[in-house]
């Protein structure tokens, strides 16, 4: 199949419609990207690919309902386009299809294909379990992946009959697996059983709390590096500041505009996923607005990645040698964006945080590494 031939799964973006008859001024996204409306674009220079899926009935609902994407294109086509060196191309909508497995089956068609032609894909999606779909790409392809989510709930709900709620068992543990560690940011302790984190842990997954990451957000940034793959639902995000959302309590928009950039950042993320979308649940757009300046901060991440210098050019780093629990390792600290990474016994350098050098430092065993180490 070739990118052209993804037409047949997609339905043109109407960007007269989108704008209400007003021209977008120049600057801005509206007037910058390349935009499928009439005829599908070429794609061959294109970085960064945006699909939106008004798919909700995942969520239970027993008919085809409109999320709405389109509120978010309306305000991210109103942000200015900063990075001239990032093309960016809005391939419309997914179609809807007769079944909800059909949909599944349009958005793993058209991500496979973004995916190995070497593109970094944005999916703008309604229901979570949109991310199976997402997951399916690579393990149709064989791929192994790392794959991180950001969601105050963790959707492991066997006992529980909507997609939405259940889909991460599937993701999790289906056979055949291509999931090498699945991050798990931002839960909310009181939504979850503890049972589940402990399943999690026996998996040799890690869950980080809401708590943990508000009081450190950088942290998040070295299990994104290595993260291949982004689950982001808007749940996690708090409703006291975006009107009807799960939870009084979660991300605020700079938390999740910064997790954002750090998926950007991350040379191995090829898909993002960003879910829950409900124009019903969104009266005056504000929750439009935050998603359209988190896809732009996304792309601002993609910009500094590029600046990174290569780990094997070792006159762009940094080379710290420390000894701790008789432990002989090695840390290296990018001179262009200060970014860490830890030698492991197997000469692997795997991302890691300066707090993990201070850790090492104290002559102590850093808890990421000990627990790369127990994933083998």
């Excluded at 969520?59 to 409109?66: A, E, L, Q, R, Y």
């Amino acid at each position: 199949m070739s990118l052209f031939n993804l037409i047949d799964f997609l339905n043109p973006v109407s960007v007269a419609q989108i704008s209400e008859d007003a021209e977008f001024r120049e600057g801005q996204m509206g007037k910058s990207i390349v935009v499928y409306e009439e005829e599908f674009p070429e794609l061959t220079e294109i970085d960064v690919v945006i699909v939106g899926c008004n798919e909700t009935r995942g969520n239970g609902t027993p008919m085809k309902i409109d999320a709405g994407v389109d509120n978010i294109r309306k305000e991210f086509y109103s942000l200015y386009y900063w990075h001239k060196d990032i093309k960016i191309a809005d391939i419309g909508n997914i179609k809807i299809g007769a079944t909800l497995g059909d949909t599944y089956a349009a958005i793993k068609t058209v991500a496979e294909e973004i995916i190995r032609n070497g593109k970094k894909l944005v999916i703008l999606g309604g229901c979570h379990d949109l991310t199976m779909a997402q997951y399916d790409a690579y393990r149709s392809q064989n791929i192994f992946i790392e794959a991180t989510g950001v969601d105050a709930y963790i959707d492991l709900s066997i006992d529980n009959p909507i997609k939405s709620k259940n889909f991460l068992m599937e993701i999790l543990t289906g056979e055949p697996n291509f999931i090498k560690h699945y991050n798990h940011i931002g839960f909310q302790s009181y939504y979850v059983h503890p049972h589940m984190l402990e399943t999690m842990d026996k998996l040799r997954f890690d869950c980080y709390r809401l708590g943990k990451v508000k009081e450190d957000i950088e942290e998040m940034e070295p299990a994104m590096r290595s993260s291949n793959m982004l689950s982001f639902d808007l749940a996690a995000l708090s409703s006291s500041t975006f009107w009807e959302g799960s939870s009084p309590n979660g991300f605020n928009g700079e938390e999740a505009c910064t997790l954002m950039r750090f998926a950007g950042m991350s040379s191995q993320m090829t898909s993002v996923g960003i879910y829950g979308y409900n124009q019903k649940q969104d009266p005056i757009n504000n929750l439009a607005k935050q998603v359209s300046q988190m896809i732009w901060y996304y792309i601002d991440g993609v910009h500094h990645e590029r600046l990174e210098a290569d780990l094997e050019n070792k006159e762009m780093f940094n080379e710290c040698h420390i000894v701790f629990g008789a432990i002989d390792s090695t840390f290296l600290q990018s001179r262009k964006t200060g970014r860490w990474w830890m030698k492991m016994p197997d000469e692997k350098l795997i991302p890691c945080s300066y707090n993990d050098f201070k850790t090492a430092g104290n002559n102590e065993i850093p808890e990421r590494w000990l627990r790369f180490q127990e994933r083998g």
